[in-house]
């Protein structure tokens, strides 16, 4: 969740009418609230399939501002470049390390959970293996 006070009377381009696509006026002292689950899947900005894992969709996304987890503009996480490099390096390390990494989970679709962040429901349950014989 996301919220922000305003600190003068401003104009946001669409949120307003009957369909949500006018502009609204929000006026000095109003709270403004955004929750990311919710911008991440909205349909206008990722189509009809917004509730898909489709990777394809990353080719052309603007990551700083579609895919919003660690906020954008002047008030983004300070530790959003600590968390990419720590995430690179985990993905690296793995990839170094094991030459497969098999799903042990006896459910294949996503089933999440609503956490803070949101997980998945079943947990994470792989096999990680060094070489092509399966064993660990």
Known sequence: MNRRMTLQDTILPVGGGKYGRSPILVKKGEIVETHNRVCQRDR???????????????????????????HGGPRICP??????????????????????????DPVHEWQEQMRMPVQSRNGVKVGLFKDHSGSA
Do not use: C, H, K, S
Request: hydrophobic share 50%; proline share 4%; charged share 30%.
């Open 44 to 70: 206008d900005i990722w189509g009809d399939d917004a509730d898909e894992f489709v990777p394809e969709r990353w080719e052309t996304a603007r990551v700083l501002w579609e895919f919003i987890p660690l």
């Open 79 to 104: 530790a959003q470049q600590q968390v990419y490099v720590e995430a690179a390096y985990v993905i690296v390390r793995l990839m170094l390390e094991f030459e497969t990494i098999e799903n042990r």
